[in-house]
């Protein structure tokens, strides 16, 4: 979490020294000030360091307007004389920065597996298939079926979520084709969230299916492909799944996979499974 502060411009940005500068400058000056500041910002690193999730960067966002104030009050004393000089100190403080930046969008505009994924299975698999998937930003982007979506919409709207709205639009909109969607059920605790309410909340506006027991219950419930994501639920991550992983590996045909490659294509690990139609 400190290491993300001190980095908040960019790694090998002097943007981290300035903060200390600028801190200093404003406690010496304006003490009220200082403490707008730098409280704020005090707090945020205090509320990450005690959460296991803390490290990710982008929780710190909201600290940035607060650092970046006080690096500009660290680099307000008296500049170089020399334009080089002042060109490099401006160079060390912003170009980091840039730089990151710049690979991380060449890499979100590599091709992606999830992409990939879905463009197989709507070659393969029939429109109307039920199929079992993981969360949604890490799965490929399938098409919904209308008849789901109608569902879906009317038991949202008498339930009195707002996603009735969304469910409708969809289905006023639709393309045609699509399948039905299912979802993995995932407990709060394997989705690292600290508010299992606002998990079952979640998971009562969508079609979701337990599947802790194992393989029967998404069998039941008529699912004939199951997609597993690497950004999702696995084995290692979510041992409450583990009967259901076993028996999916065990007798369920694996009949796609996607892997990304390092500089040629981005995103998770993707595994598409035929289940048998009976055990």
Same mark, same amino acid.
């Given at each position: ?22 801190? %200093? ?53 008296? *500049? ?18 840039? %730089? ?19 463009? %197989? ?24 079926? *209308? ?9 949202? *709207? ?38 299992? *309410? ?82």
């Amino acid at each position: 979490v400190a290491g993300n502060a001190w980095g908040f411009a960019g790694l090998g940005s002097l943007a981290g020294l300035a903060v200390l500068a600028g801190a %200093w400058r404003l406690l010496r000056r304006d003490a009220r000030l200082a403490a707008l500041l730098l409280l704020p910002a005090a707090g945020y690193l205090a509320v990450l360091a005690a959460n296991p999730d803390g490290g990710w960067p982008r929780y710190l966002f909201g600290a940035f307007p607060a650092l970046a104030l006080l690096a500009s009050e660290g680099l307000a004393f008296p *500049k170089p004389r020399k334009a080089l000089l002042t060109a490099l100190l401006a160079a060390t403080l912003v170009l980091p920065g840039l %730089w990151q930046s710049a690979a991380m969008d060449a890499r979100m505009r590599e091709p992606d597996t999830r992409r990939a994924a879905q463009d %197989w299975i709507e070659a393969h698999v029939p429109a109307g298939a039920t199929l079992l998937v993981d969360e949604p930003n890490a799965e490929p982007r399938l098409v919904m079926e *209308k008849a789901e979506l109608e569902e879906l919409a009317a038991r949202t *709207k008498r339930s009195g979520s707002p996603r009735w709205r969304l469910y409708e639009g969809m289905a006023r909109g639709h393309p045609g084709g699509g399948y039905r969607l299912l979802l993995l059920r995932r407990s709060a605790r394997d989705l690292g969230t600290f508010h299992p *309410k606002q998990v079952d909340i979640s998971q009562a506006d969508q079609e979701t299916v337990d599947v802790s027991s194992g393989l029967d219950a998404a069998l039941r419930a008529g699912v004939s492909y199951v997609v597993t994501s690497s950004f999702g639920a696995t084995p290692e991550h979510s041992p409450e799944l583990s009967a259901f992983f076993d028996e999916l590996y065990r007798e369920g045909r694996l009949v796609a996979a996607f892997a990304p490659q390092p500089g040629r294509t981005a995103g998770p690990v993707l595994r598409v499974f035929q289940l048998p139609r009976s055990r």
